[in-house]
């Protein structure tokens, strides 16, 4: 795999510090140890050894990773194998995109308490969209997908929302069939995000 040719670790290695001096109050523990291990990746930090070939002999200098989960240098394989694998796992079936954003008046407190309202998201995205589903009077439905988190919008505003991949349908309740939504519909938003709201209070009620 050839290197790109920007890396992130390029960008916190000159800028870290001054990054850090400025928002690193805002960050918690495990972001601060993230960008520490970014920044000393694959660097005589963290020492090194000396690959050889087995055909030729042929020796070659490599330093350490820093093997730090949120390094992408040291997992860009493992991601690429997890994508591949979630292909493989793809239902003969449309997709629905659905976006979920985080009440703007909670961004500060997620900021402070990710662990807690992040969870909090998951949650109450995953049981508003299995319970409307699941109601005979919409898509009446067992449904399944995955979510993933982002915390930042394209103009690295903070903007924590939900990107949810769903299948086009469900099983119905007794698993005999495979129960299609409606060709450009999935369910009514207006009902979704009252479930949503009303979970997400009941929710902050008992953090």
Known sequence: MSRPPLEVADVVRPHGDTSLARYGSTLSGEQHRALRAMALCRTAALGGHIPQCDSWGHELQAYNSCRHRSCPKCHGTAQAAWRAAREREMLETPYIHVIVTLPP????????????????L???????????????????????????LHTWGQQLHQHPHLHCVLPAGGLAPDGTQWLPCRSHFFLPVRVLSRRFRRLSLEGLAHI
């Open 105 to 120: 008046a909670l961004g500060p407190l997620a900021l402070q308490n990710p662990r807690p309202l992040y969870g909090l």
């Open 122 to 148: 998951f949650r109450t995205v995953a049981q508003t969209l299995q319970d409307i589903a699941g109601d005979p009077k919409h898509l009446g439905a067992e449904i399944g997908g995955f979510a993933v």
